[in-house]
Structure formats: structure tokens, C-alpha cells
């Protein structure tokens, strides 16, 4: 995916002014935001907070392990027959999973949700030599079918209301009509279910892999990450380095701490420690397994102060915290990874020269570091980000939207400290501005107010068939 | 020449390490670990955390209602998907299924509307099934039909996911990752990626069935 994030303020400038956006993107944040609150203090504040030491100190343990936890990784996963690529940049992973689609002869190719295949643009590669890729995550398959962008982490389309995925079903699939979330998840579960049946390759990403035992560990609730790692004859698992924990003890510990902060659930649903091909005696599986560890960037990134950074186990609750995602959603952010970790992750990995806006669009107001699972201290790295821009000489193109404004943000205390979830009702009162160093886009501009009333409020009464 | 893979690790190796001063580990926790490890606690620990997930635990004291529900979920259906018989905790299930003339679908038809498995372990603490790939057990029986019905045995019912890898661990690691597959099944197949409404069973079986043998 190329990188655009030195547009951050003229696709935030459009994303502002968007009614669809604002109203799918304030839900999204809010829902997600409420969701791990209850789930992760359900036993007590203190506990959940004890919980959430212990899984970033064993993260913390696991990158500076990092070189020697990879080499058992790699050992273990080779002697459970799984085939071990190591991917210096993303053009190696592309090259790669081509490759071994050509031997395979495959035409037909199915995905499960994975951040780094985007990062290296894998789909494009496909098509350009005639294979046909499918997502099969319902949101990643959104997004593919209205040739756009993820823009979460884990809710790819949360910046699309219902009603624009309704139109979209309609227009590209001849969808009949229909009001009803679940009669359209029926309808596009008919459509992809011929894609896994006969799928050559199923590609993954991979949310952790256990260095101990050489499992390769995928999460998903929808049931098409388990679909194409059983299905298809192949499976290619495309992994960044920095995914390796030591222990299936501390598997353990990131099943319990994952789900609550991605989507307050306990658990999610499927749960799985991928050990390598179909055994002999097993009745189906793939008969071949691939796990490319990607750097494209990591070990550079290895070397900094923003190391810290290689802990994030991409639960996306940094970004439904943050005052400024909740109102930009998360394309201005230009790159894969959205929101606060994004303006960490995307200068560290891509070049600060190609992110400059990035470490001015936050308020620092701390919700990101407080709500991470691993206790990533992300106004750290933004503040060091924004030392290393003036050292470098980069501040002229921020200044305009991050200095100048950082008054205005400053004026209005309360939405600069205010976890914007309550948003929705802090806009009637407060000027027409966005929080802090944003201040800046909205000078010209006026910030559209919240609903008064929520999505479901008038959901319920459009389906009611009352004016809303 | 060096590899990618050597230059790499190198470049790691080369590097100061991160985070030069960790703290000792702190001592495990446990999120949700049940009070009550008793055989009723943790069974009724399960049933209800089950219902929580809208999946439908079902207590059988016997075989024959336990068989009798199976077959009420099947209904007219001519064929379903299942494990081998001797790797389910049920005795007498393919007799009934044989002489009510249902056939077993090969694996992987997607006209088939149930599937039938065991499970290796349930955790109370989470409601969840714990699966492990092997001989006669298909892994696409939990998977590809849009109706699943696990049935365990009530002493399969440990506290949580820590407690079972505590007995892979005492039984070493080579029984973790013997089997090409270990999964967890927390509930039924869900999204929620239309406008943040829950809708049940987009790939996998929206409809689960957990039937106890007590
Ligand atoms: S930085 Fe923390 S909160 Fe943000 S996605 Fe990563 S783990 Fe989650």
C-alpha cells in the first residue's frame, strides 16, 4: 500500500465534513470504546489493570529476546513441517507467495483478514498476473468490492453506515433489498462459500506466533480465518517478526487480554494454534504450510526508541480511544496501521519524511497508553517524533496545522482531556473545532455537530417507517 | 552471500536491546477463573457462561434423551457431517442415526446443515470447546455446516484454557503440537462489521449445541 500520510489534513479536511463517516465512525469508536471497558474491569478495576502488567511485561520480555526467540520459532515450526520464508521487504513477500502460487498452477486465491498483506500491497500483485484474490472477512470483503482502504485495524469498514454497504450489495451484487444487517451477512456467506470450496491457497496473517512449540496462532470470529487454513491444499500464514511470544503460557495470557480490548468480547470464537500440514492420519487440512516472517522495516525500527512500539498486539483500542480517530476515522492517517499507533508505526516503518503530519495529530491527552493492553507508552514516541521533526528541520509543513493551532486546542481544555466518546455531546456545547493540535483544519472550516439523536434511536425508528 | 534470514537476525543481534531494565514477571492472573473447581461448580459455570455466548448447553443424564435431542436438531435432514463414532462420547448415536436412514455427507458438501463432534476439553471459565485435529476427526464437522452440536462428557469440563495446557505441559510439549491444529470455539461464528450489529453465523455454524453427558 503506498504511503500518504503527508495528506493527513486534506483527508481529514474531507472526512470532517462527511455526515456518513462522522455518523458510522462515532458508532464504531463509541461501541468499541464501551465494549472493553466492561469487558476488561468485569472482575474489578485492580485486576484488570494486573492483567494488563502481565501482558506487557511478557511482550516487553519477548522483543528483546527477539533474534533468539525467532530462531527457535523457526526450528520448532520447521520440525512440526511447517516451510520457514524470511521476507526482507515487501516485495520479497510478493515475489514469494507468487512463486508458490505459480507451482501450486493456482487461479483462485482466499484471504483472511491480515493488516501486513496490505502492507505489502499482495492483492495488487495478484491481479496484475491474472489470479483471482477473495477476501473473505465480511468487512475486508466490503472493502475490496468498493476498491478502497481498510481504515481500523479490526473493524476495516467502520467508517461505512449500513446503509452504504446496503447500496454497495445492491450495485455490485444484485443484492435485493434489504434493511437488515443480518439478511445481507446471509447473503454475502451464500456468495463466498463456493470461494472456499474451491480456493487453491488460503492466505492468513497471523496474530501471534509461539516460539516453544512453533505454532502459528490465528484469531477471528467470523470463522473464515479457520476456513482458509482447512480448506485450501495450501496455506501461506504472512507474519511480521515482531509477532513472536516465547510460551503457550502466554498464549494464554493474550487470549484473555486480546478480545476484551478488541471487542470486549471474553474469548473470541475461534482460537487457533496452527502446528503445520495435515498430519497422515488426519482426515483434512492443508497438505502444505508456509509462515514468511516480514521485517520490511522492523529491525530498523528494532534499533530506536520506538521499539517499544514492536509490543502492539493490534487490538485497536488506541484507536476507538482517541479524540482525533473518532472524528478523522482512519484513512487521512495515509497507511495501513490508523490512529495512534499508526502515527507511531507508519514514520517508524515508511521514513518520519513520509509522515510528517502524523505525530501532530494527536492531543496527547494519554487515552491511548491508558487503554493499550501492553501499556504502550504512545505519547512518548509522538512526543520524540515531534523533537526529532524539528531537529531535522521537517516543522515548516506541520506548523500551520499542529503550533499554531495548539492554542486554539488548548483554549478548550475539556475536549482536549475528554476521551471523545462522549464526543457525541461535548460538539453541541464547544465551538466548531477539532481537539487539539487539529484545531487548526477546522479554522475554516466548521465541524459538524454529533447527531443529536444516535444511530439506533433512528434506526429503529426508520424501520418503524417513521420520518427521521 | 548472506541469507534474508541472516541479515536480519543480524541487524536484531547488532542492535542495543529494548527495555535494557524489565522488572521480574509479574505473577500470573487469571481473568475469569471460576470460584467453585468442584465437578456441579465448574459444570454449572459452563452451562451458564454457554448461554451467555447464545449457544444452547443441553444436561443429558442418559444416552437415549441425549440421542433423542440429537435427533430432534436433525429433524428431516437426510445426512450430516460427523466425527467417527468412537472419537464421540456418545454410545448408540450411529445405531440411531443408521436406523433412522441418515447418512453421513462427505466432508466437505455445504449442503449439509449438521455437524456432529466431540470436543478434547471444555473450560468453564469461558464457555469454550477445546478442539485438536486428528484420525476421524474432521475438522470442517465444526466448521462448514450451519448447525454444530459438540457433545462432551461433563468431566471434560476443566476450569479454564490455563488448566489444560497445564496437562499438555505435564504430558510434554511434542502433545501440544502433535495434532496439525489446536483451536479454541468460544460461541457461534459472528460479526459485527455491518454498522456494529451482532449477526450470528457468517462463515461458520451460527446455530451450537453443547450437549453435557452428566
Ligand atoms: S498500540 Fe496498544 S491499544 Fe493500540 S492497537 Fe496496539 S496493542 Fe492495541
Redesign the pocket.
Known amino acids: 500500500m503506498k504511503v500518504d500520510a503527508n495528506n493527513f489534513v486534506s483527508v481529514a479536511q474531507i472526512a470532517v465534513n462527511d455526515p456518513d463517516l462522522q455518523e458510522a465512525v462515532s458508532l464504531g469508536t463509541y461501541n468499541g470504546y464501551s465494549k472493553r471497558l466492561v469487558a476488561m474491569f468485569s472482575n474489578g478495576h485492580e485486576h484488570g489493570e494486573a492483567m494488563r502488567q502481565q501482558a506487557a511485561a511478557m511482550r516487553r520480555r519477548a522483543i528483546q529476546k527477539l533474534p533468539d526467540l525467532l530462531e527457535l520459532a523457526e526450528k520448532n515450526m520447521t520440525a512440526n513441517g511447517i516451510k520457514v520464508l524470511w521476507a526482507e521487504t515487501a516485495e520479497d513477500v510478493r515475489n514469494m507467495v507468487l512463486d508458490i502460487a505459480k507451482k501450486r498452477n493456482a487461479k483462485l486465491v482466499a484471504k483472511s483478514k491480515s493488516m501486513i498483506s496490505e502492507e505489502v500491497a499482495l492483492n495488487h500483485a495478484f491481479e496484475e498476473n491474472g489470479i483471482e484474490v477473495v477476501e473473505t472477512d465480511l468487512g475486508e470483503y466490503i472493502i475490496q468490492l468498493n476498491k478502497e482502504t481498510p481504515s481500523h485495524?479490526v473493524m476495516p469498514v467502520m467508517h461505512r453506515t449500513k446503509r452504504e454497504i446496503r447500496d454497495l450489495f445492491m450495485r455490485e451484487l444484485n443484492m435485493p433489498f434489504t434493511d437488515d444487517a443480518a439478511e445481507m451477512t446471509a447473503f454475502i456467506r451464500k456468495h463466498l462459500r463456493q470461494v472456499f470450496v474451491n480456493a487453491d491457497i488460503g492466505i492468513s496473517g497471523g496474530n501471534f506466533i509461539i516460539a516453544e512449540s512453533g505454532s502459528l496462532c490465528l484469531v477471528t470470529n467470523e470463522g473464515n480465518g479457520r476456513m482458509v487454513t482447512a480448506m485450501p491444499k495450501v496455506h501461506i500464514g504472512i507474519v511480521g517478526i515482531e509477532k513472536v511470544i516465547e510460551t503457550i503460557e502466554d498464549y494464554a495470557t493474550l487470549t484473555q487480554i486480546l478480545p476484551r480490548?478488541a471487542t470486549g468480547q471474553q474469548m473470541t470464537v475461534y482460537m487457533q494454534m496452527i502446528n503445520g500440514p495435515r498430519r497422515e492420519d488426519e482426515p483434512d487440512g492443508p497438505d502444505e504450510v508456509y509462515v514468511i516472517l516480514v521485517d520490511n522495516g522492523r529491525s530498523k525500527v528494532y534499533a530506536t526508541k520506538y521499539a517499544e512500539a514492536l509490543t502492539?498486539?493490534?487490538?485497536?483500542?488506541?484507536?476507538n480511544a482517541c479524540p482525533v480517530y473518532q472524528v478523522t476515522g482512519g484513512h487521512a492517517y495515509g497507511w495501513v496501521y490508523s490512529g495512534?499507533?499508526g502515527a507511531v508505526i507508519t514514520p517508524a516503518l515508511t521514513g518520519l519524511e513520509n509522515a510528517t503530519p502524523l505525530p501532530q495529530a494527536s492531543s496527547l491527552c494519554g487515552k491511548?497508553k491508558q487503554?493499550?493492553?501492553?501499556d504502550?507508552d504512545?505519547p512518548r514516541m509522538l512526543l520524540d517524533l515531534r523533537h526529532e521533526l524539528v531537529e531535522k528541520g521537517m516543522t515548516d509543513k506541520i506548523f500551520d496545522v499542529g503550533l499554531k493551532a495548539w492554542s486554539i486546542g488548548n483554549r478548550s481544555p475539556k475536549l482536549f482531556i475528554m476521551g471523545g466518546a462522549v464526543a457525541r455531546f461535548g460538539t453541541r456545547f464547544l465551538p466548531n473545532r477539532l481537539p487539539g493540535p487539529l484545531g487548526g483544519w477546522t479554522k475554516y472550516r466548521d465541524f459538524p455537530q454529533f447527531a443529536p439523536k444516535p444511530f439506533r434511536e433512528l434506526w429503529k425508528e426508520r424501520k418503524k417507517g417513521k420520518p427521521s | 552471500m548472506t541469507s534474508a534470514r541472516d541479515r536480519i537476525l543480524g541487524k536484531l543481534r547488532a542492535a542495543q536491546k529494548p527495555f535494557d531494565e524489565l522488572p521480574p514477571a509479574p505473577p500470573k492472573r487469571y481473568m475469569s477463573r471460576p470460584e467453585d473447581l468442584s465437578a456441579e461448580g465448574l459444570r454449572a459455570r459452563f452451562v451458564q457462561e454457554v448461554k451467555k455466548l447464545s449457544c444452547i448447553p443441553i444436561e443429558h443424564a442418559d444416552a437415549e434423551s441425549a440421542i433423542e435431542y440429537i435427533l430432534g436438531v436433525i429433524g428431516e435432514d437426510s445426512s450430516v457431517i460427523t466425527w467417527d463414532f468412537e472419537q464421540i462420547p456418545l454410545t448408540g448415536l450411529e445405531t440411531a442415526l443408521n436406523d433412522r436412514g441418515i447418512q453421513r455427507g462427505q466432508p466437505r458438501d455445504d449442503k449439509v446443515r449438521v455437524g456432529i463432534t466431540g470436543a478434547v476439553a471444555a473450560f468453564a471459565s469461558t464457555g469454550s470447546l477445546m478442539m485438536t485435529s486428528g484420525a476421524g476427526k474432521p475438522r470442517i464437522a465444526s466448521l462448514l455446516p450451519p448447525v454444530h452440536i459438540a457433545v462432551i462428557h461433563g468431566n471434560q469440563i476443566l476450569p479454564d484454557f490455563d488448566t489444560w495446557i497445564e496437562q499438555k505441559r505435564a504430558e510434554g510439549i511434542g502433545s501440544f503440537n502433535r495434532p496439525a491444529n489446536n483451536f479454541l470455539i468460544t460461541g457461534s461464528s459472528r460479526t459485527s462489521d455491518i454498522a456494529m450489529e451482532s449477526v450470528l453465523g457468517v462463515h461458520g455454524p451460527g446455530e451450537v449445541h453443547v450437549v453435557i453427558l452428566v
Open positions: 485495524i480490548s502492539c498486539i493490534r487490538c485497536g483500542a488506541c484507536l495512534p499507533i491511548c487503554v493499550c493492553p501492553v504502550i504512545i
